[in-house]
């Protein structure tokens, strides 16, 4: 596979990168997240200005037509800076379901401008990360359609403008067929929003729905036909977190290797132990393989084939989630006590990418869905793929 960036992914990349080390460093970051909404709506607004927010829509939708490739980019430098804000929920989850589903013309373009913020409501506590299990319901009645249940670890929902909600209006739970999609306003009777901060600086609430009625206009899309269109957007999402957890990872080994050029220990610089330049060796290759698996993800979501998406997007979240907490762990051991404190950002990396395991599935579940669509048993993929590659 040819990883060559053309001349204008350069230029994406060097621009957003740019401007996020410019206006968005570690040490302006905690101020950032302690207050509401948990980022800053400048750097939101420049990110819409930059035409980063229009990036991954269609021409035809009011954006610039980039694929999973572009996306990559962007998510490797907020990776890097440990950007904040709801660029995962209200683009490349919510508003890529708004755009398929072709609910209304410019209905993308207060998303584009930045204007309007959105959140994809659809994990359930005990559907696991399957949303075949999804168990809201949603009961077509004489008003439209009332929705009953919960669901939880909603990205960014306390500040978004509209809910895309994932419902059952028809079959049981484990069924593919019967699940829909619809645009909920939060400040529906019967709608309620419990809100915390999550352990990475983001924020996340649980949306309780108690008979709230949603009218026929609603529905995005043909009722009960949603699944494959959710699961082309989660694997997407998937993909684009992998490309932030390189970036972190990137991040990770540089700081390690400064910190150790300059720490002296025992009369000497760290960097002069032959044991822990092992280490960083090995810290190396892990952020060398991620991102190789990051750009095959990418490229998998760009060529149209279900079953090729998935297990590249397996694979790469499943070697991504050991990898990086592996690196997050070499980064803070390495950095000895400093690594620990709230003031020093490696730690805050490794939170990062702790909660991007824990997002679109956590390693066992992809390990579990590469195998189903191999016809094999489970396994630790990131072992295969390191005995398969060159020496």
């Known amino acids: 596979m040819d990883f060559e960036l053309n001349e204008e992914q350069v230029l994406l990349r060097d621009t957003v990168s740019r401007f996020l080390s410019d206006n968005a460093p570690f040490e302006k970051r905690q101020a950032i997240i302690d207050t509401h909404p948990g980022y800053s709506p400048e750097h939101w607004q420049t990110l819409a200005d930059l035409g980063v927010l229009a990036l991954p829509f269609t021409e035809q939708s009011g954006g610039l037509g980039g694929g999973a490739i572009d996306t990559m980019l962007v998510m490797e430098q907020m990776g890097r800076t440990l950007l904040t804000g ?10 890529k379901l708004l755009e398929q589903a072709e609910t209304g013309e410019g209905s993308l373009e207060d998303v584009i401008d930045g204007t309007r913020k959105l959140a994809f409501a659809y994990a359930e506590r005990a559907a696991g990360y399957d949303i075949a299990g999804t168990m809201l319901h949603a009961v077509r009645g004489s008003d439209g359609y009332e929705l009953n249940g919960e669901k939880c ?29 619809f645009i909920v306003s939060p400040s529906t009777d019967g709608v309620q929003i419990a809100a915390y901060p999550t352990q990475d600086g983001n924020r996340a609430a649980d949306v309780f729905f108690d008979g709230a009625v949603i009218p026929v206009s609603g529905l995005m899309g043909e009722e009960g036909d949603a699944y494959d269109v959710v699961e082309g957007v989660l694997d997407y999402a998937a993909a684009a977190v992998v490309a932030e957890a390189t970036g972190i990872m990137w991040a990770v080994y540089e700081l390690t290797l400064e910190y150790m050029k300059t720490r ?14 092992h280490r960083m060796v090995d ?27 998935r297990q590249a997007v397996s694979a790469a979240k499943s070697l991504v989630g050991r990898y990086g907490r592996k690196v997050g762990q070499e980064g803070i051991q390495l950095h000895g006590g400093i690594g620990m404190t709230l003031e020093f950002p490696v730690g805050h990396y490794f939170k990062r990418l702790c909660m991007i395991d824990a997002s679109f599935g956590d390693i066992a579940w992809h390990e579990a869905r590469y195998a189903d669509d191999e016809g094999t048993k489970p396994q630790d993929l990131s072992t295969t793929l390191s005995k398969s590659s060159p020496n």
């Open 86 to 95: 709801p660029y995962v929920a209200t683009v490349l989850l919510a508003g």
């Open 264 to 277: 002296t220990q025992f009369g000497a610089v760290l960097g002069s132990f032959q044991a822990l330049q």
């Open 153 to 181: 670890a909603v990205f960014h929902a306390d500040s978004a403008d509209d809910l895309v909600v994932l419902a059952r209006t028809s079959g049981e739970a484990g069924d593919a067929k019967g699940l829909s999609l």
């Open 283 to 309: 810290v190396y290759m892990m952020c060398e393989m991620a991102q190789s698996m990051a750009y095959e993800a990418a490229a998998a979501c760009d060529n149209g084939n279900p079953q090729q998406r």
